[in-house]
Every structure is written in C-alpha cells, then in structure tokens.
C-alpha cells in the first residue's frame, strides 16, 4: 500500500509541475501585461521599469521557478489588473464557483441515475426511448447555446428567473454564500442547469450501459432462477455493481465541472473563478491565469489520485504481487 500510494503521489506530483510549466509558457502568447497597466500614454522607459519590477524580463524557466516558490509559501502573486493579492481574488471569488458545482453536481446525480436505471429496466418504453433522444441533444448542443434558451425561455419569455449575477448574498464567517437568501437561490437555478445539462445527459447514457450489462451477467440469471422478484434483482443485486464504476466516473467528471463552470459564469455573468480567468486573459493578468490553472489542475490531479487509491481498495487484484496491473 505505502508502495502503491508513493508511485501514484510522485506521478501526481510530476504532473502538476509539467501542466503547470506548459500552462505558464502559453502565458507569453496571451498579450503584454504592462500596455494594459500603463497605456499607450506611458513612455518606454516607464514600459521597461515595469517589465523589471515585475520580473518579465527574466527567462521563463527563471520566472516559473519564482512562481513556485512563491506559491508555496501561500504568495500567489498580485493581480496586474486589480492592484490586489491573487490569494485575496480567490478567497472572494471561490464560494461563488463552489456552489454552483456543488448544485450542478447535485442535479446530475440526482436526475442521472434515476434516468439512466430506468432507461435500462424499460429499454423498450417510449418514455426511455424520448429520455435517449433528449440525452443526445444534450451532448451534442453546446453548452452556451442551452444557456440562452434557458435564459430566453426563464429570463425574457416568462420572467421567472434572474438572467445574471448571483443576487443577494449572506456572509457566514468568511464564507459568502446565496443559500440563505431567496434571491441568491433564484440566482442559481439556471446557471446551474446549465452547467448540470451535459453531466446529466453523460450520467444517464453511463448508468443504462453499465445497468445493461450487469444485468446480462450469470449471476443475475442465476438469482431469477431462484426467483427472486425484478424490483430486489434491479435495486438488491445489479444497482450496487453498476454504481461502482459510475461514480468513479462522476468523481473524476468533477473537475469537468469546475472547468465547463467557464462558460456557465461567462453567458450568466456568475462572479466565480471562471469569469475571473476570462478577464484575466483579456488583460493578460498573468498572476490570476497560473494560479486558477494551478488550482483547476491540483483538482484534477488530485481526485485522480484518490480514485487510484479507492480502486487499491476496493480491488483486490491491485493488492495481489507489486501492487500495481502492469
């Protein structure tokens, strides 16, 4: 196990440090930072005493090594657009993302394996056959386009919802949150459909496969010839194996949904981290765009390495020799 678990922390290690590398070479590509914090008014002198001040002038290998060692002791940088901590930004800007990926993730989970066992156990219904055909239209459309129509149908047409910001918000510590406020939960409905529609329409196609071949194992053959009822083989016997690669799927599509939040907080105007990074990358604020993809990469790495070890645990054929299948 400790074996097992030092591999798996060493590659989750180099992984971070290589994503992180490329992701900060792509920086030297997104504009120059000091026209946006000097103008076209400052004089070249004043360009060039910024760009010193700033490091910029230094190799890259030079300015990412700076960066790492700053990031470890919790300094992430101030932000060249905002004149302000980075760590400050993300303190403000986080509660806003965290909740609406924990909604989307909720609403996945909870419309997802409904759908998807029943699609499975009434494969030949009408209603399973419309559910397949509306989880396709999911998958293919766009993310941004379901948004508009949810803001066209809910917004404009009826004006039922809010179409932007997250209304009001009460402070719980320092956590801001828009659960304990009417407006804030409006705020969220459809921000977080949207960001749940692709997850949602992924879950239900993964769960009906995963249930169909579950229930077509010896097993489930030999537990009707003992005559047990369909309701106790579906839920008693084929759910609980059909949930195991499931939700190790879902688990890793969490980092998914921090990433697709982009989108969502950009057509709903949501102030989370994802809005943040596209007016990072408008005014090639360079500190903002290595810390969110940091962060967003050390999320990925990270249930990716739990998931390596939940399946150590729970598979006996990874504990048997080495550790590790070769």
């Known amino acids: ?36 914090m000097i103008g076209t008014e400052g004089t070249a002198a004043d360009r060039e005493a910024l760009r010193n001040a700033l490091g910029l002038n230094d190799p890259l290998i030079v ?22 901590p980075v760590s400050d930004l993300i303190v403000e800007r986080l509660p806003a993302t965290l909740e609406l ?7 996945s989970i909870i419309i997802g394996i409904p759908l998807g066992i029943f699609t499975a156990i009434r494969r030949k219904s009408w209603v399973s056959q419309g559910i397949l055909m509306g989880s396709l239209v999911g998958v293919s459309l766009p993310t941004f386009v379901i948004g508009m129509f949810l803001i066209l ?35 969220l409905i459809l921000p977080s459909i949207m960001l749940a529609f692709f997850q949602t329409t992924l879950i239900i196609r993964l769960v009906r496969a995963e249930m169909l071949e579950v229930l077509e194992q010896e097993y489930i053959r030999f537990a009707r010839a003992r005559g047990l009822s369909d309701r106790v083989i579906w839920f008693g016997e084929a759910l609980k194996n059909t949930l195991v690669p499931v ?30 990074f596209i ?5 090639a604020d360079i500190p903002v765009l290595a810390t969110y993809l940091v962060l967003v ?27 590790a299948p070769k």
Not at 66 to 72: A, E, Q, V
Not at 161 to 171: D, I, S, Y
Not at 297 to 323: K, M
Request: charged share 10%.
């Open 1 to 36: 196990m400790l074996r097992y678990t030092l591999r798996r922390v060493l590659q989750a290690i180099f992984v971070m440090l290589s994503v992180g590398f490329i992701s900060f070479s792509m920086f030297t590509f997104v504009g120059d930072p000091i026209l946006h």
């Open 63 to 84: 300015q990412y090594v700076s960066f790492l060692g700053k990031m470890l002791t919790g300094d992430f940088g101030i932000s060249y657009r905002l004149s302000m």
């Open 101 to 107: 990926a924990a909604c989307a993730i909720a609403l």
């Open 153 to 187: 149908i809910f917004s404009v047409n009826l004006g039922w919802l809010p179409a932007f910001g997250r209304g009001e918000t009460a402070m719980v510590g320092n956590w801001s949150t828009g659960f304990l406020t009417t407006s804030g939960l409006r705020s």
């Open 247 to 276: 939700m190790t799927i879902v688990g890793l599509q969490m980092g998914s949904v921090i990433a697709f939040s982009i989108i969502t907080e950009t057509v709903f105007q949501w102030p989370g981290l994802g809005l943040l």
């Open 279 to 283: 007016q990072a990358v408008e005014n």
């Open 297 to 323: 990469s050390a999320f990925f790495v990270g249930l990716n390495l739990l998931v390596d070890l939940l399946y150590y645990l729970v598979d006996p054929r990874l504990r048997g020799g080495q550790g």
